[in-house]
């Protein structure tokens, strides 16, 4: 959250006109239930040394939550600078994947949460994770000159897992609470 803030606000300062940016999220940030508006205002417009004060972000004590949140501000924050950045000609988007073939997906997948992790994966829509290069095409794509009208979102690259936590297979992960 702090360390994206920073990078998108610098960076910001800098790019070349015509430039473009992208931040990795993750699916994880889609997992929570809608935010207030003061909430979403605070979390994408807040300078990075105050984010961590933010009332609501401080009573967060369980981990998940907190990474959830993170990512939810990576995706607020780019919306918040595009529109910034877009005073330079310039386009940032975020990305957020679901689980992708990486060292650290592999770890997982052969750790104590495997059977949770392949589950997952047999149940969403696409019944495999991602690729890397799958991820690097969309960058590519945002980063190129055909994605130049798009600026200020964030793309969901998770096979439809997502989609089924909140309404199809997956719906057993939602906390009941």
Excluded at 17 to 39: F, M, N, T, W, Y
Excluded at 78 to 106: H, Q
Excluded at 141 to 146: D, G
Aim: hydrophobic content about 35%; aromatic content about 8%; proline content about 5%.
């Amino acid at each position: 959250m702090y360390g994206t803030s920073v990078l998108l606000e610098e960076f910001g300062k800098v790019m070349a006109d015509g430039g473009s940016g992208v931040v990795i999220s993750s699916q994880s940030g889609h997992r929570l239930p809608a935010l207030s508006p003061e909430q979403n205002h605070a979390l994408a417009t807040s300078a990075p040394e105050d984010l961590l004060k933010l009332d609501f972000i401080q009573a967060i004590s369980d981990t998940l939550k907190a990474y959830q949140y993170s990512k939810r501000c990576n995706v607020l924050k780019v919306a918040y600078e595009a529109a910034r950045w877009g005073r330079r000609g310039a386009t940032v988007n975020s990305i957020s994947p679901g689980i992708i073939i990486t060292p650290l997906a592999n770890d997982e997948l052969h750790g104590p949460r495997k059977d949770g992790y392949l589950k997952m994966i047999q149940a969403s829509p696409a019944g495999r994770a991602g690729t890397p290069d799958e991820v690097g095409d969309l960058a590519e794509f945002l980063m190129s000159s055909r994605g130049r009208f798009i600026s200020g979102t964030d793309i969901l690259i998770d096979g439809g897992t997502t989609a089924s936590y909140w309404y199809g297979d997956l719906q057993y992960l939602k906390p009941t609470h």
